[in-house]
């Protein structure tokens, strides 16, 4: 436990006599997994501004639309069942391959009737989901991508192939950038299509690859005496799964419908910016997640703690620095009709740190196998964001969206941290670990209120020079007792 049930983490430095190998190992393949994630994303903060260029506002909703539809769905018509297979892996056990094909098999049981039944009512699924009935059959199709794509993903992060998944991944997106830009420029009419053909074509080539790399691992069998541990895990996260996208996608869906398309674009556009901090979050969490599981397995809630204090504070720094530049990215990658929306940068950056802190407590549920619990802070918070935003979204615009991305991940971070506390009763991480990274983050946002006077400088590059001298500042005051450890640690050296 952090505090060893006498100390805190916080309560006063200490000097590490090694470092944690482990721990830096995590730091090598989360960069391998954010750069994957920034290559990735950076794609889609050029991609957006050049799609609502080629298409109108009324084909960039429907392209917004089925891509909003496609997670969601996916998880409603597989009941979640293929999340279980990364978890499993964990286990270490021989069977995996024999655990692998009952799922596969259950999962296919499932989606497939699902897929005719969607097939046979073409229309009216198409008027229940306001997209166009051409596209129903792509998104099938896009359903199936996911499937296999993210399945492969799951097997190879827990194999810290990360090298591998990053490079695979950001081919794939940037061959469907360049080919929706070769088939936009071609279609007359319907451009709409161009993006959601490009991935179907991109994604149906990437199966083949999946498939032959997943092959050794899988055996077709179904004794089904995995079916209880499948549906015991997944049915509970398909709970959490949907919520997460409520969270996600539906303040996008709701701005476009209350207040238009070109405001649900403008926040998407800035909302792609402060999710930066959730690509690089998630980066770390993924590379860290063996390390995690190794810690559990051996009680080692010390070395847990002392780790995602760690990964805190690095996050908490890159918000800080998304806080201070964010609004500099956003005018290096669109022009001036997006730059009004970059003022939510700050809020949907903090919000997602609060995002990353629910997650330190949301993964013992799974580790604990105790799945049903995780839907409920999502669920909460997910519902608390849709009546938010259905009062304050028709009055303040996109800017009540941001705020109310901000409270729904806070609340979710503090249901997180209740549950795995006082009804899992298992470790959590204690609060005050958080004092640091939090305060960082206030310090940072009242700071810029007052850098962004513009009387203040007389040259640009004046308020840049003074913007990292903050950063540098408020980066000292997060890490200051790793800086005290070095320091001493330095003049024990120069003692000698």
């Known amino acids: 436990m952090c505090n060893d049930q006498k100390k805190s983490c916080f309560d006063s430095v200490t000097v590490p006599s090694m470092i944690d190998i482990s721990f830096y190992s995590t730091i090598r393949h989360s960069f391998n997994y954010f750069t994957a994630d920034i290559l990735t994303k950076a794609a889609g903060l050029i ?29 409603l018509f597989t009941l979640n069942t293929f999340s279980c297979i990364g978890r499993y892996y964990y286990e270490e056990k021989e069977d995996f391959p024999e655990f692998f094909g009952e799922t596969t098999v259950l999962g296919l049981a499932i989606v497939v009737p699902i897929c005719i039944v969607v097939l046979v009512m073409e229309s009216t699924v198409s008027n229940f989901l306001g997209i166009p009935e051409r596209t ?4 099938l199709v896009a ?15 827990a194999k810290r192939k990360s090298a591998f998944i990053s490079i695979i991944v950001v081919i794939r997106v940037y061959l469907i950038m360049v080919l929706t830009l070769v088939l936009a420029f071609k279609l007359k009419t319907d451009r709409y299509m161009a993006p959601i053909v490009s991935s179907v074509i991109v994604g149906s080539g990437f199966i083949v690859f999946y498939a032959y790399h997943l092959r050794s691992l899988i055996k077709f069998r179904f004794p089904r005496k995995h079916v209880h541990f499948i549906l015991a895990f997944s049915l509970p996260m398909l709970l959490n799964n949907l919520s997460g996208l409520i969270l996600e ?26 999710a930066i901090l959730w690509f690089g979050a998630s980066a770390l969490y993924r590379a860290w997640m ?34 201070i530049f964010g609004r500099e990215i956003g005018e290096i990658l669109a022009n001036k009709s997006y730059h009004n929306a970059l003022e939510i940068i700050p809020f949907i950056t903090i ?23 995780l839907f409920i802070a999502p669920l909460i918070s997910g519902l608390l964001n849709i009546v938010l935003n259905l009062v304050f979204i028709p009055i303040y615009g996109y800017m009540a969206a941001a705020i109310n991305t901000l409270v729904s991940y806070f609340s979710m971070a503090v249901i997180a941290w209740f549950l795995v506390k006082y009804s899992l009763k298992f470790h959590a991480t204690p609060v005050r670990c958080l004092i640091l990274p939090v305060g960082g983050q206030l310090f940072v946002f009242i700071g810029m209120l007052f850098l962004k006077i513009p009387s ?36 024990r050296e120069v003692a000698k």
């Not at 359903?143 to 992060?157: H, P």
């Not at 869906?253 to 070109?262: C, E, N, Q, S």
């Open 136 to 139: 129903i059959p792509l998104l």
């Open 143 to 157: 359903i199936f991508i996911t499937l296999v794509s993210s399945t492969f993903e799951e097997i190879w992060q």
């Open 351 to 373: 919000g997602y740190f609060f995002l990353a802190t629910h997650d330190v407590y949301k993964r013992h549920f799974g580790f604990t196998k105790k799945t049903k619990y």
């Open 249 to 274: 996608r539906f303040d996008t869906l709701m701005i476009g419908k209350m207040k238009g398309t070109t405001d649900a674009g403008l926040y998407s556009f800035a909302y792609m910016i402060g």
């Open 456 to 491: 203040i400088f007389v040259l640009p590059w004046q308020g840049v020079l003074i913007k990292f001298l903050f950063l540098f500042i408020t980066a000292c005051m997060i890490f200051y007792k790793e800086w005290a450890s070095v320091i001493i640690v330095s003049n």
């Open 47 to 75: 991609y957006i501004p050049v799609l609502t260029r080629l298409l109108t506002p009324s084909e960039y909703g429907i392209y917004v639309m089925y891509s909003s539809w496609v997670p969601i769905l996916f998880v």
């Open 290 to 323: 063996p390390v995690y599981y190794k810690y559990m397995n051996e009680s080692n809630y010390t070395a847990h703690d002392k780790d995602t204090e760690r990964l805190l504070k690095i996050i908490a720094i890159g918000s800080c620095f998304l806080i």
